[in-house]
C-alpha cells in the first residue's frame, strides 16, 4: 500500500495543455481540483504514515537484561513493560525443591523420549550457548506430545534441590502443536572421572564469540547423551527463567544428575561465570514427583 503513496497526482491536470482552453475549463478544474484535494488528502492519511508505521515497528526493541547490576533478575520486571511476570508473577521458576512441598503422584507416567542423532548448530545468543538440532526429536508426556526446538546450558545450575545448586544445568525446551512449552532440566555435577560425551561434541563447535552461530556441518548429535539412566523426575507449572518470564511452561526436572569433567565445564563457565536466575517462591504451587 506504501507504494501507492503519490497516486494522487494522476487526477491532476496538465496546466499547459489544451484543454485550459475550453469553456468549460473552470467548471471542470474546480471539480478536479476538488477530487484531487479529496485523493491527496485520503493519500496523506491512508499511505504517509506506511513509512511511521514501519519506523515505530523497528524503534521499540526489547530492554537489555542481565544477570548481574541494574538489568540483574531482582530488576527484569522493570526493564520493559513486556517483562512484567519477571516481577509479579505467581508461577516463576526456577524453584527451590523441598520436601515439604514435593508430593508423590503415582499417577505420574514416565516421560517418552524419542530423541534420535542428527546435525545441529550451536549459537552464542549473549546470555547462554544455546544449541538447535534438526527436527525429529521429541518427548510425549502424559499421551501429549512435545518437540524439542533447542536446548542450552546454565551455570550454576538455576534449579535447587534443599537449597544446593549443582554447577550446571542443561535445559531442554520442547514445544507442542498447541504452543505449550515442556523443558526438561538436567543437572550436571563436576566429576573429573567421568566426561559427558555429548559436551565434548558441542564444545568443538563452540562459539569464538558472542553472538556467533556455527553450524557442526555433517557431525551428528543424540541429545539424549545428556540424559541419566534414571528419568524419574519431579514436575510443576512454571514460567521461562528468562525474560519475558512467560509462565504456562511444564517443568520436568530429572531426579538423577549427570557428570562432566572441570575441563569439559570451564569451556562454558570461562564464558558465563553466572547465567542462572534465582530460584523464586513456590507459592501454592505442589511439585509432583514421579515414582
Known amino acids: ?171 531442554l525446551v520442547h514445544k507442542s502443536a498447541d504452543g505449550q512449552l515442556a523443558v526438561v532440566a538436567v543437572q550436571i555435577d563436576k566429576d573429573d572421572k567421568h566426561a559427558l560425551p555429548p559436551l565434548q561434541t558441542i564444545w568443538e563447535y563452540f562459539p569464538k564469540t558472542q553472538d556467533q552461530s556455527v553450524s557442526a556441518g555433517e557431525t551428528m548429535l543424540d541429545p539424549a547423551g545428556l540424559l541419566p539412566q534414571d528419568r524419574n523426575y519431579y514436575t510443576y507449572d512454571g514460567s521461562l527463567t528468562t525474560p519475558p518470564c512467560s509462565e504456562g511452561v511444564l517443568w520436568l526436572v530429572l531426579k538423577e544428575k549427570v557428570e562432566a569433567t572441570s575441563q569439559q565445564m570451564a569451556v562454558f563457565t570461562d564464558r558465563y561465570p553466572l547465567n542462572a536466575r534465582p530460584a523464586q517462591p513456590i507459592g501454592q504451587r505442589t511439585i509432583k514427583v514421579s515414582q
Open 1 to 171: 500500500m506504501c507504494a501507492l503513496k503519490n497516486s494522487y497526482k494522476y487526477f491532476t491536470l496538465n496546466k499547459q495543455g489544451s484543454f485550459n482552453q475550453s469553456p468549460f475549463y473552470k467548471v471542470f478544474k474546480a471539480r478536479i481540483m476538488r477530487k484531487s484535494f479529496i485523493v491527496a488528502t485520503l493519500s496523506a492519511v491512508l499511505f504517509y504514515p506506511c513509512s511511521a508505521v514501519l519506523a515505530a515497528e523497528t524503534a521499540h526493541q526489547h530492554a537489555h537484561w542481565s544477570y548481574t547490576g541494574d538489568e540483574s533478575p531482582g530488576n527484569w520486571g522493570k526493564l520493559d513493560a513486556e517483562y512484567t511476570a519477571c516481577g509479579i508473577g505467581q508461577h516463576q521458576s526456577p524453584v527451590n525443591i523441598v520436601q515439604d512441598k514435593v508430593a508423590a503422584d503415582s499417577q505420574l507416567r514416565p516421560i517418552e523420549f524419542s530423541y534420535k542423532p542428527s546435525h545441529f548448530s550451536i549459537v552464542d545468543n549473549g546470555h547462554t550457548v544455546m544449541v538447535t538440532p534438526e527436527a525429529g526429536s521429541s518427548i510425549t508426556v502424559m499421551g501429549k506430545k512435545y518437540d524439542l526446538v533447542q536446548f542450552h546450558f546454565h551455570h550454576p545450575s538455576e534449579e535447587q534441590f534443599m537449597g544446593r545448586a549443582y554447577d550446571m544445568d542443561a535445559h
